[in-house]
């Protein structure tokens, strides 16, 4: 009888050694999609001081308390300001030229500090930035910001935030560079062997993209591996009126610019100056923080 206690309770711990380790490794899978979404995040600022445009820091306190550090630019009479959501590298601190170039023809600028990014506290996850967005606009109509409205714009990871306050608020206008259907849809493509189950993030843009009452301007590389041009193809069929979609043959995931996006985003803000653009609080009518 004692030997065969020994026998269960050797078996048992060996059971309860393998349950702890799958667990273990469902657990790490279970996060695995996320680590590959933040992970090439910028943890410092290292501003590229070539443009005349001066940024004002504007800090906001977040719901749980962190204080975060975004970048503004304010606009001249008349113009609305862009509001800018980077994507998972976190290049805001990059300054992408086209932006700057914007600011200095008289759009204000605001590039949305994310937690975990640029010298800013805390950890990212899909539910922290919409909060930490939504606090953002909150804050920009507060203190008036943007008088003239504002123009949300997305690159990458980004255009899910830009999508989720676009969709819960009244924009001037929206522009999607590089946009996805969903972040699942983007571990599907480039990470076939990823069980789609363990994907915790949604960004789901395709979801919400309908609730969008705004001229939104979607931008596509044919090249373009990591987001490809089929998924900002899918989004604008979703709402065919209010969107304006525009595929560059020879670009690719992030070079949009030198192939002829310039071009067109000036186009479609210069469209947008033509309509009557109501000094509306950015965020009236916000809905749910969180889907």
Do not use: C
């Not at 949305?112 to 996850?125: C, F, L, V, W």
């Not at 979801?207 to 990591?226: F, M, N, Q």
């Amino acid at each position: 009888m004692t030997r065969v206690f020994g026998l269960l309770s050797s078996h048992g711990w060996m059971l309860g050694s393998v349950f702890a380790a799958v667990g273990v490794l469902l657990a790490a899978l279970s996060t695995a999609p996320e680590v590959l979404l933040f992970k090439e995040r910028l943890a410092l600022s290292l501003f590229e001081l070539d443009s005349d445009v001066e940024l004002q820091p504007i800090d906001l306190t977040t719901h749980d308390g962190l204080v975060l550090r975004s970048w503004y630019h304010p606009p001249r009479a008349g113009k609305p300001v862009i509001v800018y959501f980077p994507g998972r590298a976190g290049d805001v601190i990059k300054k992408p030229r086209h932006l700057f170039n914007l600011a200095e023809q008289g759009y204000g600028l605001m590039l949305a500090g994310y937690r975990g990014y640029g010298g800013n506290p805390g950890r990212p996850s899909e539910d922290r930035l919409y909060r930490d967005a939504t606090r953002l606009l909150e804050k920009v109509a507060e203190n008036r910001l943007a008088p003239n409205g504002i123009v949300l714009y997305g690159y990458s990871m980004g255009t899910g935030i830009a999508s989720y306050i676009a969709a819960h608020s009244k924009p001037v206008g929206v522009v999607l560079e590089a946009p996805f259907t969903s972040f699942r849809d983007i571990v599907g493509h480039n990470a076939r062997q990823m069980p789609l189950f363990l994907v915790r993030s949604r960004f789901d843009t395709r979801s919400r993209y309908a609730a969008i009452d705004a001229p939104v301007l979607l931008l596509a590389g044919e090249r373009d591996t990591v987001t490809p041009a089929s998924f900002a193809t899918l989004l604008a069929s979703i709402n065919e009126t209010l969107s304006q979609l525009h595929v560059f043959p020879e670009a690719s995931h992030d070079d949009m610019f030198e192939h002829g996006a310039w071009e067109v985003v000036s186009a479609f803000l210069g469209g947008l100056q033509e309509l009557a653009i109501a000094p509306a609080a950015a965020m009236d009518g916000v809905g749910p923080i969180l889907e």
